[in-house]
Each structure stands twice: as structure tokens, then as C-alpha cells.
């Protein structure tokens, strides 16, 4: 398709603006919006978060009530479905845009064109895929999930400048700043589940619930609350387990003994048993119960051993690292990531698309896992 250089550079802007939202919206795609009128910019969106409005709708709330006959350029075709947020074609035909131009098709067999359909029979003139290679670019990992079968997995932690979660196993103690924390809130809120093992359990007493002012972004619910353990004994009184009525609790086990289980379903907890007995529990299958039970996008908080096995398993796809200036040293310190380890450098998994940011006094490095399947 042949578009006119004005259009092309607005929908290479709709692109810029759809990277802003990597690392914040998978398993969704990366999307840009620019509307325009008579040459004059009205308003410019993207989606800035798992669960939060769309490109579109952004960008017709920052051009107010002034859409009408305009046109939108965007980076990939508007969503025809309804997911977590109300179909962008919706939006768009009660906005009253005359035309939509966007980069490239939505490669989810589940809209197969639909909203071209939609749109055109709105009366609104549709062009596109006007810059298929440009806009496909973004789309590497979204194409990714359509096919994994799972939920998109964050893994996050906290260290020292010099490599360390904890000075020692059960120490506590947070490493990272008010902002700092101040964001991983809002990023469980993003998040359909956040999932920790047994001994980050044991050792931090955590609750694992977005606390950010007013609860999770958006209206979204509390996420589900997953313990990844072997077994039940000595999970002691918990405040995990005593929380329940702040949202769901489950625990994943490789076996589950009976009187244990039926102590802590009368608390309100739900237990799974994702085998093999005689081994750790299954991730791959744990991810697969999730998927089934709606979970888009998940996010692991430790500890060490879980990440390693998360990372060995090849089932992670983004890293979230939180680097706080402090040096903890000491042959008892707690590593960020544990497992088997690697021979030599040249085997280490690599990161991707790297975004290093200040945040307060710390920083925080998010990467796509290379290996991750792409």
C-alpha cells in the first residue's frame, strides 16, 4: 500500500509512541495513536500499562471532544474484541473519526481483519498495513505469546551493588527506596498474579498485594497470590495465609497432604497439587493453570532458587533487576538468582532491548530474556 509521506511520518510517530510502552504491557501488543485534522495534531496515545485503557482511547482523551472527522493514525489495526477494556473500534466510531491508517495488521487469529470490517461499515475510510515491516518490529514478542501457551512471566528483584539480596538467609529488611517501592506496587497491580516460593514465604512474611494509593491501577482486582512449595509442612501462620479476605490466595505444591489441605482451605486458602510428588513443583504445568484460570501476566518476587528455575526452565520473558546503593559483601549473603549456573560467560543468558532508569537513588534495569521464545 502507497501512502503519502505526511501520513507515513504519522504513522512512524504512532510508532515511537508505541515503544513507550514496552516492558509495562505484555502479554499485549505495544500500540501508538496519533489523531489528526486538517494537518493539526488533536491528540497523542499509547497503551502505558497490562490492563490499562488502549492507544486510541488515550489519544481521544487527550483531544477531548475535538475528534470528530479526524483521523487516526495508529501502529497496529484497533482491537475489535472485548478484553480487560472495551473494543478501540467502539471508541473510534463514537468518537466520530472519518479515517484510520494504521502500520501494520494485528497478527492475533482471533481478529483476522474485524475491525477493518467494523470500521468500514461505520462509514469510516480504512488504509493499512501502510508501514507492515516498521510496525510488525514491535510486535516480536506479542507474537511470541499468542503461541507460548502461558502467561507473560516477569521475574523482579532487588540486590546490592555488589550482587546481594539479603546479607543472610532470613535477615529481611527492604534494600530499595520509597519510589522504588513505590513502583513494584503499581507493577503487582499490573499483574493477574504474583507468585514467590516457600522460603520468601518463610524469610520475609510478605503480603504480595498492591498497596498503592487507592488499590490497583485501573479498577483491576488484587492479584492472585501464589506460594510455590514442595509440600505444606511448617508453613506456619502466615500473614499471606491470614489475608485472604484481601485477595485470593493459592498454593502450589508437588504433593499435598490431606489434613493440611483441609486446614487450609477452611482459612479461605486454595491448595493445588502440581507434581511430580517426589520432585519440585512443575512450572510448566503451574503456568498452564494459571493460563487456563485467566492469568495474562505474571510476576515472580523470589527467591533465588525460583528464579534459577525459572530462567533454566526458559519460562521467563522479561527481567526487572532493582540495583540499590549499598554493598552487602559476606560469604552468607543471599544471591538474586541461584540454580545450576553456567560453565562460562559465553553461555550466560543475555537480555534484550535493554531500559535502565533512576529512579529516587536506585536504579532499575528491565531486559527481555533473549531466550525467551521469539
Known sequence: MSLSAHDQERLRRAIALAAKGRFRVEPNP???????????????????????????????????????????????????????????????????????????????????????????????????????????ALLVRFRAGLVSGRPWV????????DGRSAPRVGSGGRLTGERAQAEVHELRGRCDAVLVG??????????????????????????????????????????LLDSV??????????????????????????????????????????LARLKARGVARVLVEGGARLHGAFLEAGLADQVQVWVAPLLLGGAEAVPAVSGSGIDSVEHALRLAELQWRRVGDDLVLNGYVASAPA
Open 198 to 239: 516457600r522460603g520468601t514465604l518463610q524469610s520475609d512474611d510478605p503480603l504480595l498485594t498492591c498497596r498503592s494509593p487507592g488499590g490497583p491501577p485501573d479498577g483491576r482486582p488484587q492479584p492472585l497470590r501464589v506460594v510455590v512449595a514442595r509440600g505444606l509442612e511448617d508453613l506456619g501462620a502466615r500473614r
Open 154 to 161: 516477569v521475574l523482579k528483584w532487588a540486590m546490592s551493588a
Open 245 to 286: 479476605s484481601q485477595g485470593p490466595v493459592l498454593i502450589a505444591v508437588a504433593r499435598a497432604e490431606p489434613l493440611a489441605t483441609r486446614a487450609l482451605e477452611a482459612r479461605g486458602v486454595q491448595v493445588e497439587e502440581i507434581g511430580p510428588a517426589a520432585g519440585p513443583v512443575d512450572l510448566s504445568r503451574l
Open 30 to 136: 505495544v500500540v501508538g495513536c496519533v489523531l489528526e485534522r486538517e494537518g493539526r495534531v488533536l491528540g497523542e496515545g499509547w497503551h502505558d500499562g497490562f490492563g490499562g485503557a488502549h492507544a486510541e482511547v488515550r489519544a481521544l482523551a487527550s483531544a477531548g471532544e475535538g475528534a470528530q472527522g479526524a483521523t487516526a493514525f495508529v501502529s497496529l489495526e484497533p482491537c475489535s474484541r472485548q478484553g480487560k477494556t472495551p473494543p478501540c473500534v467502539e471508541a473510534l466510531l463514537a468518537a466520530g473519526v472519518q479515517r484510520v491508517v494504521f502500520a501494520a495488521s494485528d497478527p492475533d487469529p482471533r481478529e483476522g481483519g474485524a475491525s477493518v470490517v467494523a470500521l468500514r461499515a461505520g462509514g469510516v475510510e480504512v488504509e493499512g498495513p501502510g508501514l507492515p515491516e516498521e510496525g510488525e
